[in-house]
Antibody
Framework: EVQLVESGGALVQPGGSLRLSCAAS????????MSWVRQAPGKGPEWVSS????????HQSDSVKGRFTISRDNSKNTVYLQMNSLRVEDTALYFC??????????????WGTGTTVTVSS | EIVMTQSPATVSVSPGEGATLSCRAS??????LAWYQQKPGQAPRLLIF???SRATGIPAGFSGSGSGTEFSLTISSLQSEDFAVYYC?????????FGGGTKVAIK
């Protein structure tokens, strides 16, 4: 069974940084693209960033471009989201999600349970 | 960016009845559409991909249809566990985008 477990969420002040991690198990990790999707309280999901299985291709939403960086360590079966210059509007539950193929540009067939990021002074 | 619009925002249905949810794309997305179910406190769960293919383990009571810009998700006979929020998502173009959701509530 594929499992994704996120960690790293916290309360942080505006302008601060956090690194989220997502540990995957039960799959050939490097064979699948991965994404981060966030959901603000009471809102729908919002795609944040994606990375291909090899790590050679990444995409970010305009709302986080230049502030967030996605990366992965296939030797550790882990994908990361480095979040800098955090804003109040980045407050959300952050999900890690798996693509069905090496290319991350698809739907998301497995999701983690999420980690909460709160940006507040 | 492709905008996804779902309707209605909320639908109230009695257990055992069916429901049809709609999703419209602002431009042609072919059949690159997925549907997810989300219950309170849980992550979204993939139901449908490719507009009409059921994901692994999804009951036959869930069916998707449509192509181009108009799509629908039909739940044939609502069980207690089906009351949730449903989202559509396009993956035709970057960035992938989600609809605002339809809440299926108990009548």
């Amino acid at each position: 069974e594929v499992q994704l477990v996120e960690s790293g969420g916290a309360l942080v002040q505006p302008g601060g940084s956090l690194r989220l991690s997502c540990a995957a198990s039960g799959l050939s990790f490097s064979s699948y693209g991965m994404s981060w999707v966030r959901q603000a309280p009471g809102k729908g999901p919002e795609w944040v960033s994606s990375i291909s299985g090899s790590g050679g291709m990444t995409h970010q939403s305009d709302s986080v471009k230049g502030r967030f960086t996605i990366s992965r360590d296939n030797s550790k079966n882990t994908v990361y989201l480095q979040m800098n210059s955090l804003r109040v509007e980045d407050t959300a539950l952050y999900f890690c999600a798996k693509a069905p193929y090496e290319d991350s540009h698809f739907y998301m067939d497995v999701w983690g349970t999420g980690t909460t990021v709160t940006v507040s002074s | 960016e492709i905008v996804m619009t779902q309707s209605p925002a909320t639908v109230s249905v009695s257990p055992g009845e069916g429901a049809t949810l709609s999703c419209r794309a602002s431009q042609n997305i072919n059949n690159n559409l997925a549907w997810y179910q989300q219950k309170p406190g849980q992550a979204p769960r993939l139901l449908i991909f490719g507009a009409s293919s059921r994901a692994t383990g999804i009951p036959a009571g869930f069916s998707g249809s449509g192509s181009g810009t108009e799509f629908s998700l039909t739940i044939s006979s609502l069980q207690s566990e089906d009351f949730a929020v449903y989202y559509c998502q396009q993956y035709e173009e970057w960035p992938p985008s989600f609809g605002g959701g339809t809440k299926v509530a108990i009548k």
